[in-house]
């Protein structure tokens, strides 16, 4: 079974920066993706940003500039290195990966973007 291990979530003010890892249980090139996605209350859950296994990354036009999604291939870990933050980034964080129909995700972590 797939593991997916985020942490790095926490409160901070708009414009600050904040880092969000996320530990997976298996090497990352098995996966067609992974990357991480965020939820709101009362909303699906939606693509922030991802790798794909030739190392394309994709990022929602919301993030684009601000967010930077990279790896560390020996760890098995994917970040999210997010800077100035705004209030509307405030969301539960999820890391998602896909294998084949396969859909593995994190548990979340929280992020609150204070005004």
């Known amino acids: 079974q797939v593991r997916l291990v985020e942490s790095g979530g926490g409160l901070v003010q708009a414009g600050e920066s904040l880092t969000l890892s996320c530990v997976a249980s298996e090497n990352l090139f098995t996966f067609n993706n992974i990357g991480w996605y965020r939820q709101t209350p009362g909303n699906q859950r939606d693509l922030v940003a991802r790798y794909d296994s030739s190392g394309n990354t994709a990022y929602a036009d919301s993030v684009k500039g601000r967010f930077t999604v990279s790896r560390k291939i020996g760890a098995r870990t994917v970040y999210l290195q997010m800077s100035r933050l705004k209030v509307e980034d405030t969301a539960v964080y999820y890391c998602?990966?896909?294998?084949?129909?396969?859909?593995?995700w994190g548990q979340g972590t929280q992020v609150t973007v204070s005004s």
């Open positions: 998602r990966a896909r294998r084949g129909d396969s859909i593995y």
